[in-house]
């Protein structure tokens, strides 16, 4: 008898250990088994002695191969899940983390509070902060990116969930018509100044989504200084670790009435919520 599914799942371990830890390792496999050959532990369970097929065994090699070069699992995978929706993902958009949830849910929180009917979402990638707020509240949801293969990916997830709103290619606010609304971005925060230390899997993501001048700041305090312009009644940024104090003073002597920072479970800054 040839491989069984069990052994599949200790060899897969096996080899995704070698360049990660343990832990990681272990929970990768799983996250192979079930997203990647929509097999449930369940089922393993169950069926862990029968033969592997020599497909899903050739499938298996390849994600490997392309995975022990730092592709990320998500751009193996083509999609990966923010808020419970499955977003396609392709190596022209970032790719979602837990943390842009906290984005969202205070981006629901600050709207409502203002009572207000349209949010526009800044440099939306796959678009899963837009096509959230969308389907989540009745709002009038715009988007905007400057990258022409993003917005293609955030169409299309729009369509694949049933999300209602309207695309913009361009800079910033640049290209989104009046009035604004609420205004939601997350933006390239990394200091490039920084690159040389990053993970290996971020080198495989669009470094125009990533990385900005003046330490990260620039695109922050750019849309911070057009919210402002456009008479938007809020503006919530994602930010990076330590980014708060510096973009609150800037904020301020832009004109917001408050700005406030958010910390995220970690206890690092991530959020901005500057006000008018």
């Given at each position: 008898m040839g491989q069984t599914y069990l052994q599949l799942r200790l060899d897969l371990a096996a080899a995704l250990a070698v360049f990660l830890d343990p832990e990681e390792a272990h929970a990768e496999c799983i996250r192979w088994f079930e997203e990647g050959l929509d097999l449930s532990r369940s089922w393993i369970a169950a069926h862990g002695t029968e033969e592997v097929p020599p497909e899903v065994r050739r499938r298996v090699s390849g994600w490997v191969r392309r995975r022990r070069k730092g592709e990320p699992w998500a751009y193996i995978l083509g999609w990966s899940l923010f808020r419970n929706h499955r977003f396609k993902v392709t190596p022209a958009t970032l790719i979602p983390r837990p943390e842009t949830e906290l984005l969202v849910e205070a981006a629901l929180d600050v709207g409502r509070r203002l009572k207000v009917d349209r949010c526009v979402d800044v440099g939306t990638g796959s678009g899963i902060i837009g096509i959230c707020l969308a389907l989540e509240t009745d709002w009038q949801v715009t988007?905007?990116?400057?990258?022409?293969?993003?917005?293609?990916?955030?169409?299309?997830?729009?369509?694949?969930?049933?999300?209602?709103?309207?695309?913009?290619?361009?800079?910033?606010?640049?290209?989104?018509?009046?009035?604004?609304?609420?205004?939601?971005?997350?933006?390239?925060?990394?200091?490039?100044?920084?690159?040389?230390?990053?993970?290996?899997?971020?080198?495989?993501?669009?470094?125009?989504?990533?990385?900005?001048?003046d330490r990260g700041l620039a695109l922050s305090e750019a849309l911070l200084r057009q919210a402002k312009q456009r008479q938007a009644p809020a503006c919530l940024l994602e930010i990076g670790a330590g980014q708060g104090g510096e973009l609150c003073r800037r904020a301020m002597g832009i004109g917001w009435a408050k700005a406030m920072i958010h910390q995220d479970f970690a206890g690092h800054d991530r959020l901005l919520v500057a006000l008018a």
């Open positions: 988007a905007s990116d400057q990258s022409a293969r993003a917005l293609k990916v955030a169409k299309e997830n729009a369509q694949s969930l049933g999300a209602s709103l309207r695309f913009f290619e361009g800079n910033l606010l640049d290209p989104i018509p009046d009035p604004t609304g609420l205004v939601v971005a997350n933006l390239p925060y990394v200091d490039p100044a920084d690159q040389p230390t990053l993970q290996r899997e971020l080198g495989f993501e669009p470094a125009s989504a990533l990385f900005a001048p």
